[in-house]
């Protein structure tokens, strides 16, 4: 059996979604009064209050940090940039220092 707060089965964001229905049928049953509360509720947050003014959610919300790239790895990439025409190191230059995404960064090479 895979308990929620297990590395191995599915996903965070796949457990948000497969709760969605399950808690939306519980509000259904509250709202036609066969059922007096919901077992999977949302969690809230009241904001200026300092004690109990929040309850967490039944799976908390995750959000998974970009991998950064090791000395070596940052050297490999360099060396292999190295090799590139100028276009291309100058595009990697200027994505990194301006933290451009792929959208942007190609939208200012197409310009005339």
């Known amino acids: ?3 929620i707060d297990s590395v191995a089965g599915l996903a965070n964001a796949t457990i948000q979604q497969r709760l969605v229905p399950v808690r939306l049928f519980y509000d259904f049953l509250m709202e036609a009064g066969l059922r007096e509360s ?3 509720g949302r969690g809230w947050y009241t904001p ?3 004690a109990g003014g929040q309850q967490r959610g039944l799976v908390p919300r995750l959000t998974k940090l970009p991998r950064i790239p090791g000395e070596q790895e940052w050297l490999h990439i360099l060396e ?3 090799q590139e025409p ?4 100058v595009m990697l230059a200027l994505a990194y220092d301006a933290a451009l995404r792929r959208e942007k960064l190609c939208g200012l090479v197409d310009l005339p």
Request: proline share 6%; net charge positive.
């Open 80 to 82: 292999v940039a190295r």
């Open 1 to 3: 059996m895979i308990s």
């Open 48 to 50: 200026g209050r300092w």
């Open 38 to 40: 919901n077992p999977v």
């Open 86 to 89: 100028i276009r291309n190191r």
